[in-house]
């Protein structure tokens, strides 16, 4: 069985609530499909973290430790997605 035939076999085994968020997914793999190649050729941040960098990434890091998350749909409303 190819990938094509697998992801239609996936799909037709959706209940219909689940349709929607499946068509952005994949809409969004769409969308993004460029992404690695363009990250891969990206030149290297070298750049030294400022002061504001590192106090981010801790709010980030304390939310993650907090299990404060944002739930994939609200993200993709939100993106307008």
């Known amino acids: 069985m ?16 689940a349709l929607p968020a499946a068509e952005r997914s994949l809409a969004a793999v769409q969308r993004t499909r460029g992404l690695p190649r363009v990250l891969a050729e990206a030149p290297l941040d070298d ?10 990434l801790a709010e980030a890091y304390a939310a993650l430790a907090s299990g404060d998350e944002v739930a994939d749909e609200d993200l993709e409303r939100e993106l307008g997605w």
């Open 2 to 17: 190819t990938t094509r035939e697998s992801l239609h076999q996936l799909v037709d085994a959706l209940p219909d609530e």
């Open 47 to 56: 750049e030294p973290l400022t002061d504001e960098d590192r106090a981010a």
